[in-house]
């Protein structure tokens, strides 16, 4: 598949309407469901016990009323809760790959090359998976409609798909993968992701559910080639309560919350990369199934995920747009995190001189804040960053930025070592 220089730009018109359109569907919902439970319980209690309408069982009837009527409230929403956190595997991320030989030490892009920025999504579920119905063309539409070119699917399957799967529907690049559950000594300890390239025997092997990781903190990845440094499902867990009231009395506020890279996980990923002596290529999950429900409207569709969170790649200008230079940038480290409902990022670049005495970010046509990080301690904060930011002569050590926008996470980059 060839690509274009431009990649994503018709996606972003729709942003706020898209935004506004969430609210209002789960203001919706909490309006039509729930609202009538206030009024249909007391009627119910005063229909089937008429001699409740004595004064001195008011007091009691106005208990059991609220009683019930808290009791629907806190059973809905926990109840959809539940269909999330059941609906997720955990365990560890594993995607075949014919270059995997040729280990990377730094993860920048050479300064002499020209990249082109592709946005994509790892860890996706379909049909293929116990716990999702969505077709190919349903995930291939909503990616099309979010500026979307690849797509590793990583469904609840045995083994790796057998590859009479298409490996492009509707202009989208499909690779088909597995996520299995990983244990360690029989605990639930993360996610096991695998894609294939076909008629290789290579692997490339990704992380998930990095969140859920109990192990040793000196145990290594066995074939580490990158983590899922942000997971929607994670931080629905992480951040359930919060979510939970928030649905109601300010739903706009659930994207910010979801989207961000915790605090626990970018230590934990300066420690691996500290351990390793090299830097960890870092993705987002989406971890969409589009199961969840109600009346036939779904609460997740692909469309809505994909706009939240995405995985962008910088592929050589002269690349084709394969599972294989998809994975190698992946491997390479030509990888960033946007949370793409705040805007186009494309045009975002990070990148060090070979010789590490400059390191260079450049910012996309929207800016924002921007944040720079050493060993995971902030350097350097502008507060409107101007569109091009210079690190002259960097000390050792992990270097990685970030970008907010309208105060939320809008990029989170890879990380590039300094020695
Ligand atoms: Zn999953």
């Known amino acids: ?37 206030f009024v249909i319980t007391p009627l119910i209690l005063l229909v089937r016990d008429p001699n409740r309408r004595k004064l001195k069982n008011v007091f009691l009837r106005v208990v059991l009323g609220i009683g019930k009527t808290v009791g629907w409230l806190m ?16 365990g560890q991320l594993n995607i075949e790959n014919a270059a995997r030989s040729n280990k990377q030490a730094v993860s920048v892009r050479p300064e002499q090359k020209e990249f082109i920025d592709v946005r994509g999504e790892i860890h996706v579920h379909s049909f293929l998976s116990w716990d999702s119905k969505g077709t190919f063309e349903e995930i291939a539409q909503a990616a099309k409609k979010n500026g979307i070119r690849w797509i ?36 639930d300890c993360g996610s096991d992701l695998r894609a294939s390239l076909k008629d290789s025997e290579r692997h490339l092997n990704l992380y998930g559910h990095i969140e859920k990781f109990r192990r040793s903190p000196n145990q290594q990845w066995e074939r580490c080639d990158g983590i899922e440094l942000v997971s929607l499902h994670g931080n629905g867990r992480t951040y359930l309560g919060k979510l939970l009231a928030k649905l109601f009395w300010a739903p706009e506020e659930v994207y910010p919350d979801l989207t961000v890279a915790t605090r626990e996980n970018l230590t934990y990923w300066q420690k691996l990369a500290e351990l390793e002596q090299r830097p960890i290529p870092i993705f987002a999950a989406p971890d969409a199934h589009q199961n969840m429900g109600i009346l036939g409207v779904h609460l997740d569709p692909y469309g809505f995920i994909f706009k939240m969170i995405s995985t962008h790649i910088w592929i050589e200008k002269n690349e084709d ?13 030509r990888t960033y995190i946007a949370f793409d ?70 990029i989170v980059s890879g990380q590039i070592l300094v020695k």
């Open 1 to 37: 598949m060839r690509i274009g220089l431009k990649t994503n730009k018709e996606a972003f018109s729709e942003n706020d309407s898209s935004r506004a359109a969430f609210c209002l569907l789960v203001r919706t919902w909490a309006f039509v469901i729930l609202s009538p439970m």
């Open 75 to 90: 059973a809905v929403p926990v109840f959809l809760f539940l269909v999330i956190v059941t609906g997720t595997k955990y």
């Open 152 to 187: 590793i699917l990583t469904d609840h399957i045995g083994q790796l798909p057998p590859g009479n799967y298409p490996d492009e529907v509707d202009n989208v690049l499909f690779i088909y993968g597995q996520e299995r559950c990983h244990k360690i000594d029989g605990v």
């Open 321 to 333: 747009l394969n599972q294989a230079s998809i994975f190698r940038a992946i491997k390479l480290g």
């Open 341 to 410: 409902y705040l805007g186009d990022t494309t045009g975002f670049q990070f990148w060090a001189a070979e010789n590490a005495n400059c390191i260079r970010v450049e910012l996309p046509r929207l800016t924002g804040k921007l944040k720079i990080f050493r060993d995971n301690t902030l350097i350097a904060e502008y507060q409107s960053a101007p569109s091009s930011v210079s690190v002259p002569m960097p000390l050792p050590g992990f270097w990685r930025v970030e970008v907010e926008r309208d105060g939320k996470p809008w």
